[in-house]
């Protein structure tokens, strides 16, 4: 027994060791010295438990863990399995990481492009999200976030071309022009030269080539009350009235900020810092036409265009599939439509 600076250690290179423990440990080596040191240093058992507090039996495996293996027996074991039966399969992991890796998905579009993949093969395995989201973190692809879900209570209008949400966002520095059908969640976007009120009436005409009820929009310049050109749009266009958000309130156009948020994430993995407009519109057509066909959302419990129109593009698989270049890990079958 060695005492320095009022600890007791049991061998000299003990002193050095120790203070490289995590506190847990070193708190457990202090207390099983103290048992097995001779008095007056030793204190009993149920002392040395109470110092960690940890039960006498528990404090018993401690004691034969450090005699068996040291100071490295005082730390916490591995709760990891020792087998895993249910483990994702190698292959069916690396199609989730280059899916991941063309497309920029999140779980949930990885996932529904590989069951659209397995369907058309004739498989009937199921690729949950959920799977999808632990082999992405496993991989580092994305960052194991804690979300806090709020009580929230969603709102639509009652049928297509009801309400119309319309905003402006910027991708590198180029402005892009976004729609949203408000019942049916299809979207329209486009890149735009500039930010002018005439061009973005002129984007708003192009993307919803038809008359629907009303307009959604923000306070910013292009939309506001004073604009004559927005005015005269709406009195075209519109079957009833512009509505505007309240200031400081974004969640009124929050489903279409995130279909913002994806696009823009899903142009930033194709396109890193491009600014090139033909570049970028091709890139948003491929992903609205993966978003309006292919993409189930959870509250309508169909895809956007079959909400909205009634009719889906089947060649969106294909489409999207050919634009990312994975076929040689999705399945395309013979009968599909080329683009």
Known sequence: MIVSRGQIFFEKEHIKRVKELPKYARNRFFAIVRTLAARPFRITRKEAANMIKKSLRQLYRIICRFKREGLVGLLHRSRRPKRSPNKTHEDDEK??????????????????????????????????PSTVYNILVRNKEIGNEKRIQNKWRSFEWGHPRRLIQGDLTTFNGVPILTMEDD?????????????????????????????????????????????????????????????????????????????????????????????????????????????????????????????????????????????????????????????
């Open 95 to 128: 199609i989730i990481l280059q899916v991941r890796e063309a497309s920029g998905f999140g779980p949930d579009g990885v996932a529904m492009l590989i069951q659209e993949s397995n369907e058309r093969k004739g498989i009937k395995k199921k690729v949950h």
């Open 183 to 339: 019942h049916s969640r299809k979207d329209w976007a486009m890149s735009l030269p500039d930010q002018r009120d005439v061009t973005v009436v002129y984007g708003m005409k192009k993307l919803v080539n038809e008359r629907y009820d009303n307009l959604l929009t923000d306070n910013g310049s292009q939309f506001s009350r004073k604009n004559s050109v927005m005015r005269k749009y709406c009195e075209e266009r519109l079957n009833e009235k512009h509505i505007w958000t309240s200031v400081h309130h974004p969640q009124t156009m929050g489903k279409l900020s995130a279909y913002q948020k994806a696009l823009k994430r899903f142009l930033r993995h194709q396109l890193g810092c491009s600014r090139n407009r033909t570049r970028i519109d091709r890139w948003i057509s491929v992903f609205n036409g993966w978003y309006n066909n292919g993409k189930r959302h959870s509250s309508t419990g169909t895809v956007p265009e079959k909400r909205y129109s009634g009719k889906v593009d089947d060649n969106w698989y294909v489409k999207l599939v050919k634009a990312l270049k994975l076929e040689s890990v999705l399945t395309i079958q013979e009968g599909d439509i080329s683009p």
